[in-house]
């Protein structure tokens, strides 16, 4: 539920020198003149995206300058048929081709190791690099379909390898250093890597952790590795005893000399990326991003939705086993300059992120939306310690942006900056809802449905519904949807996952509102919904209410099988120094009963130290709720800290 009163005015409006040099606004000046379009606002040129797919897609190659070789000026083929629509089939490309665009002196990264390292690179550089471990890749023999798989850090030296596969056509999978063992084999070992990439250690918290242990015993179990390839970082002279067919990134490349790059342009739908699904109900799903939608999806989201020109500093806070580390790396292909972060975002301090946001004029500040509320928890307070006189544009992504962190931002963090929630995920690696830098931006609501993403909100029977709950849809087809599921090569996996509940629909498992703005409020994810007495409830709209008071840092819900029915119990974790007693749990309620209705207040409240989320900082509903109901949890390596689930494990509270 909203707060009436302050949902009655937006919290920003752009100014009319922001909307004017908009590339939203050039965008649809060029619509109306190419197609013939009206498009006067955000609206009407959602509609037309999505009434004519193939016109819109079109103008989107256009705009963004896609560099390929195409045959014909067909942008869509059987588009009535999702799955089975084909986007650009006469086109051959490459997607690092269309990320090295730029040549010139001038800085394509930044990178920030913690407190340990300060490197940049231009984009000459970056070419140069690239050119040589291209080189390289070739020399082991790495060509089209082949995996390169990254166990790095957000660092330079990854993007470098993820260019270098790709400017020949093989495919690239990574995950960061803090994955155990068996998360890496869960996840490299279904695709079969001929390379791997990987860092000697990694800085996080002020300490160094070591990778080399862990690679000895990933090594064997990868029996397709022809190479591995050690980038330094924790120590400058990695010590590779007991690791066969190792080189180090220094000396491997040393051979070689820069020079073009022999770009190989393949088929629109060429296999890109191996992203994996979270994995916490069973080994992740692989699953497979073709070049051009990754590309096409990306620049449009990057340049009409977000806003990002030539020039841009452009900042994400990402490790490489979360798709938006992907949609960073797109913005290369804008023209931005990438500013890489590895560590964590409290170390020395809460501001070290506002302190890069400061020390390199960054312009585009991407985040996660526990982030903010744990920057606000913190009382940090960057308006007043911080200049960000460059900073135009947040963006938050990971869970729910709940309404009072839309309050923080523009109360503590910056008044004029147009703050982006934006939703999608690993599936399509991009976005189905997000922003628009020409409209205003509501309390709580994501702004807008992506362009040429023809979303919906179904009910239970399947018909379109506004301003009520139900299930986020996307019912035409876009460019950025899975080629393929790794070993699934009947496709009833990629089905299943998608197009079982509403055939020929995708269904997202988002739990969704469509607002009277035309934006969007998403409540959770579906299979996490809760149904006291059948009336179904999104988990994001209790943490909105519960993580506002003071005495609590952060909490999860679930829904426990009680009585042939479904109570709502809370767990909740608590600052320092305060105990969860009666009057604490009054409050509690109270609280939520007063700002939601009866059915969300929690049947039980329960004290825990922490709480389980996977290694991009996602809660795991599902892990809690299985192990309360004592169901085995099929695989712990996907989360960050799996010893948290022990917590929740046969609570005497819950056996009455």
Known sequence: MQDKAAAAVPLWQPSPARMTSANLTAFMKAVERDFGATVPDYGALWRWSVDKP???????????????????????????????????????????????????????????????????????????????????????????????AGYMPNMPE?????????????????????????????????????????????????????????????????PTLERIIIVPYASATPALANLPKTALFPAIMAPFKPGPIAFARLPFNHPLYVLYSSGTTGVPKCIVHGAGGTLLQHLKELKLQSDIKAGDRVFYFTTCSWMMWNWLVSGLAAEATLLLYDGSPFYPSGNVLFDFADAENMTFFGTSAKYIDACAKAGLEPMHTHKLASLRAMSSTGSPLVAESFDYVYGKIKRDVHLASISGGTDIVSCFVLGNPIGAVWRGEIQARGLGMAVEVFDESGKTTHEAKGELVCVKPFPSM??????????????????????????????TEITKHDGVIIYGRSDAVLNPGGVRIGTAEIYRQVEQLDEILESIVIGQEWDSDVRVVLFVRLRDGVVLDAALEKKIRDHIRRNTTPRHVPAKILPVADIPRTKSGKIVELAVRDIVHGRPIKNREALANPEALELYRDRPELRS
């Open 158 to 222: 990854t993007i470098i390898a993820m260019l270098a596969a790709a400017s020949l056509g093989a495919v690239w999978s990574s995950c960061s250093p803090d994955f155990g063992v068996q998360g890496v084999v869960d996840r490299f070992g279904q695709i079969g890597p001929k390379v791997l990439f990987a860092v000697d250690g990694y800085h996080y918290a002020g300490k160094t952790h070591d990778c080399l242990g862990k690679l000895r015993e990933i090594a064997p179990r990868l």
């Open 482 to 511: 899975p080629v393929s599921f790794w070993n699934d090569p009947d496709g009833k996996k990629y089905h299943a996952a998608y197009f079982e509940r509403f055939p020929g629909v995708w269904c997202h498992g988002d739990w």
């Open 54 to 148: 193939g016109e819109f897609w079109r103008a989107v190659w256009s705009f963004s300058g896609v560099i390929a070789e195409t045959q014909g000026n067909v942008a869509l083929e059987d588009g009535d048929k999702m799955p089975g629509a084909r986007f650009f089939p006469n086109a051959r490309l490459n997607f690092a081709e269309n990320l090295l665009r730029r040549r010139d002196g001038s800085t394509a990264l930044v990178f920030w190791g913690e407190d340990k390292v300060r490197r940049k690179l231009t984009w000459h550089e970056l070419y140069d690099a690239v050119s040589c471990l291209t080189q390289v890749l070739m020399s082991i023999g790495v060509g089209p379909g082949d995996r390169v």
